[in-house]
């Protein structure tokens, strides 16, 4: 086979994107869009169950629940053979006590049949007992963050060097053990045969850990002739359309357990020539410090 017959066997055999499932993915402010992935598979249930919402989650699994009950009730309305049941309704509630292993009394098997429907039935509702306690049960358990990340990240001059700035804070009570920290410039990369990419370069830090973060966390890097920054303006920026990736992870001690929170920040949210407002003010003794949440975002302008 030739690389012509190959290559043309390969374009024919490209999918159409009417015709196949995509999977779209939030990139910061970019969507994009996967054309020929399979958007949903039945191994990716448990993820999906545990990335839903609260609301969503109880709606479907009431809806599930009436769901089942219709489809015994159907069954037990087709065969019969439950006494002092009459109506599809009466069948309905019927089923409901049985998948809840209650049973009232007034409405009991009267045949094989019936028999061996409660039987599957209570066996149904066993597991999915189970099953529903042990999802909720790891949603509850699932560690979160309330962690915030500044709208903007600013370049200003610091200690004579143009230093990248950009805020992080802890919203909750609790500490966060040992946290990293890292930032990584993504920007486009021609090689000299032309191919062009998008690449992420990991940025230097003046502090990339912190034993104890508590309450607010200024990133830093300096814009040095080792920083992949230097030198470039706002229109380089905005040009090649840069973006900042910011991730941050660390043991809750609340959870026991590994958090991580990430941010991407556009070219439109890196300003030159502003820094960030003070947050920080005495209460009666330099022991006394107060922290207003409310100028977290705020920046101002630096006058050089």
């Known amino acids: 086979m030739t690389p012509a017959t190959l290559a043309r066997g390969t374009a024919d055999r490209m999918p159409d994107s009417k015709d196949t499932d995509g999977i779209v993915i939030t990139v910061g402010p970019t969507r994009v869009t996967k054309l020929g ?5 039945w191994s990716d249930v448990y993820y999906a169950i545990l990335s839903v919402s609260w609301p969503f989650f109880f709606i479907a699994a009431i809806g599930l629940y009436l769901a089942v009950n219709v489809v015994f009730a159907l069954v037990y309305y087709v065969g019969g053979g439950v006494s002092n049941a009459t109506t599809f309704l009466d069948y309905f509630f019927f089923s409901i006590q049985t998948l809840a292993t209650v049973g009232y009394g007034n409405m009991s098997p009267a045949t094989t049949y019936a028999h061996w429907i409660a039987t599957i039935e209570i066996i149904t509702g066993l597991l999915a007992i189970a099953i529903i306690t042990s999802l909720v049960f790891a949603r509850f358990s699932k560690p979160t963050t309330r962690i ?12 004579g060097v143009p230093t990248l700035m950009l805020r992080v804070a802890n919203e909750r009570g609790s ?5 990293a920290a890292s930032i990584a410039l ?18 230097k ?4 850990r912190s034993p104890l973060f508590a309450l607010t966390w200024l990133l830093m890097h300096r814009i040095d002739e080792t920083s992949p920054l230097y030198r470039l303006t706002a229109d380089d920026i905005k040009a090649d359309d840069m973006r900042l990736v910011t991730t941050l992870t660390g043991m809750d001690e609340t959870f ?21 407002v003070d947050m920080f003010s005495e209460q009666g003794s330099p022991r006394e410090l107060r922290e207003d ?4 975002h705020l920046v101002e302008r630096f006058e050089r």
């Open 293 to 296: 949440m409310r100028k977290f």
């Open 205 to 208: 830090l003046e502090r990339t």
């Open 148 to 159: 915030v990340f500044s709208n903007a990240a600013v370049i200003v001059p610091y200690n």
């Open 175 to 179: 500490h966060i053990l040992e946290a």
């Open 186 to 203: 993504v920007c486009s990369e021609k090689s000299i045969e032309g191919h062009n990419l998008r690449r992420f370069h990991k940025l």
């Open 256 to 276: 026991a357990a590994s958090v991580t929170a990430r941010h991407h920040y556009a070219h439109e949210s890196i300003l030159f020539d502003h820094r960030f």
């Open 37 to 41: 992935a399979v958007a949903f598979r």
